[in-house]
Protein backbone atom coordinates (compact mmCIF):
# COMPACT_ATOMS: atom_id res chain seq x y z
CA UNK A 1 0.00 0.00 0.00
CA UNK A 2 1.18 3.52 -1.09
CA UNK A 3 2.19 5.57 2.20
CA UNK A 4 3.96 8.90 2.60
CA UNK A 5 5.30 10.18 5.62
CA UNK A 6 6.35 13.11 6.76
CA UNK A 7 8.80 14.46 9.20
CA UNK A 8 10.99 17.39 10.52
CA UNK A 9 8.41 19.57 11.60
CA UNK A 10 8.56 21.45 14.67
CA UNK A 11 8.96 25.22 16.83
CA UNK A 12 11.34 27.69 15.35
CA UNK A 13 11.80 31.37 15.93
CA UNK A 14 10.89 33.56 13.21
CA UNK A 15 13.91 34.04 10.58
CA UNK A 16 14.93 30.44 11.47
CA UNK A 17 15.26 27.45 9.49
CA UNK A 18 13.49 23.71 8.94
CA UNK A 19 13.62 20.67 6.68
CA UNK A 20 10.79 18.69 6.05
CA UNK A 21 11.24 15.33 4.15
CA UNK A 22 8.67 13.10 3.16
CA UNK A 23 9.25 9.27 2.73
CA UNK A 24 7.01 7.10 0.58
CA UNK A 25 7.00 3.95 0.40
CA UNK A 26 4.84 1.24 -1.27
CA UNK A 27 5.73 2.01 -5.19
CA UNK A 28 7.86 4.33 -6.84
CA UNK A 29 6.80 7.85 -7.37
CA UNK A 30 9.64 9.11 -9.31
CA UNK A 31 7.34 9.65 -12.73
CA UNK A 32 5.13 12.03 -11.25
CA UNK A 33 4.80 15.32 -9.06
CA UNK A 34 5.24 15.63 -5.56
CA UNK A 35 4.06 18.72 -4.11
CA UNK A 36 3.84 20.79 -1.01
CA UNK A 37 1.05 21.89 0.53
CA UNK A 38 -0.05 23.50 4.23
CA UNK A 39 -3.45 24.03 6.04
CA UNK A 40 -3.49 26.90 9.04
CA UNK A 41 -6.01 26.85 11.83
CA UNK A 42 -9.89 28.35 10.56
CA UNK A 43 -8.17 28.05 6.63
CA UNK A 44 -8.15 25.93 3.93
CA UNK A 45 -5.63 23.78 2.77
CA UNK A 46 -2.98 25.81 0.40
CA UNK A 47 -0.73 24.57 -2.40
CA UNK A 48 2.65 25.71 -1.66
CA UNK A 49 5.16 24.09 -3.90
CA UNK A 50 5.72 21.20 -6.20
CA UNK A 51 8.27 19.75 -8.42
CA UNK A 52 7.66 17.60 -11.52
CA UNK A 53 9.43 13.94 -11.96
CA UNK A 54 12.93 13.96 -11.91
CA UNK A 55 13.39 17.39 -10.45
CA UNK A 56 12.76 18.44 -14.12
CA UNK A 57 11.09 21.73 -12.74
CA UNK A 58 9.99 23.38 -9.46
CA UNK A 59 6.83 25.67 -8.72
CA UNK A 60 5.50 27.61 -5.82
CA UNK A 61 3.15 30.21 -4.19
CA UNK A 62 4.66 34.07 -3.95
CA UNK A 63 4.53 33.66 -0.42
CA UNK A 64 7.52 31.47 -0.23
CA UNK A 65 9.58 32.15 -3.11
CA UNK A 66 13.07 32.46 -2.03
CA UNK A 67 12.34 31.49 0.88
CA UNK A 68 11.70 27.75 0.55
CA UNK A 69 12.97 24.91 -1.50
CA UNK A 70 12.03 21.99 -2.90
CA UNK A 71 13.15 19.06 -4.30
CA UNK A 72 13.48 15.25 -4.61
CA UNK A 73 15.68 12.28 -4.17
CA UNK A 74 14.46 9.76 -6.05
CA UNK A 75 16.81 6.93 -5.49
CA UNK A 76 15.65 7.46 -1.94
CA UNK A 77 12.02 7.64 -2.84
CA UNK A 78 12.02 10.72 -0.70
CA UNK A 79 10.86 14.57 -1.27
CA UNK A 80 11.77 17.42 1.19
CA UNK A 81 11.12 21.07 1.56
CA UNK A 82 13.81 23.34 3.07
CA UNK A 83 12.53 26.90 4.26
CA UNK A 84 14.56 29.02 5.44
CA UNK A 85 13.54 33.03 6.76
CA UNK A 86 10.34 31.30 8.02
CA UNK A 87 7.62 33.87 9.37
CA UNK A 88 5.06 33.26 11.69
CA UNK A 89 2.14 32.99 8.89
CA UNK A 90 4.07 30.26 7.92
CA UNK A 91 2.36 28.31 10.83
CA UNK A 92 0.63 25.61 9.72
CA UNK A 93 0.65 21.82 9.70
CA UNK A 94 2.71 20.97 6.32
CA UNK A 95 0.90 17.76 4.12
CA UNK A 96 3.36 15.72 1.28
CA UNK A 97 1.01 14.80 -1.69
CA UNK A 98 1.81 12.87 -4.97
CA UNK A 99 0.24 12.15 -7.87
CA UNK A 100 0.58 9.86 -10.73
CA UNK A 101 0.70 12.23 -13.54
CA UNK A 102 4.20 14.48 -14.13
CA UNK A 103 2.07 17.67 -14.76
CA UNK A 104 2.09 19.85 -11.88
CA UNK A 105 -0.67 20.60 -10.19
CA UNK A 106 -1.81 23.06 -7.14
CA UNK A 107 -5.22 21.76 -6.69
CA UNK A 108 -5.83 19.33 -3.51
CA UNK A 109 -7.93 17.51 -5.27
CA UNK A 110 -5.41 17.06 -8.47
CA UNK A 111 -3.20 14.53 -5.39
CA UNK A 112 -3.65 10.54 -5.32
CA UNK A 113 -1.56 10.12 -2.43
CA UNK A 114 -1.40 12.28 0.78
CA UNK A 115 0.76 11.91 4.13
CA UNK A 116 -0.74 13.13 7.47
CA UNK A 117 1.16 16.51 8.37
CA UNK A 118 3.70 17.47 9.87
CA UNK A 119 3.18 20.34 12.72
CA UNK A 120 5.34 23.68 11.92
CA UNK A 121 5.09 26.43 14.79
CA UNK A 122 7.35 29.77 14.15
CA UNK A 123 6.94 32.17 17.00
CA UNK A 124 7.67 35.59 16.55
Known amino acids: QAQLVESGGGLVQAGGSLRLSCAASGRSFSSGAMAWFRQAPGKEREFVAA????????YYVDSVKGRFTISRDDAKNTGYLQMNSLKPEDTAIYYC?????????????????WGQGTQVTVSS
Open 51 to 58: IRGNSANT
Open 97 to 113: AARNLDAVRTGIWDYDF
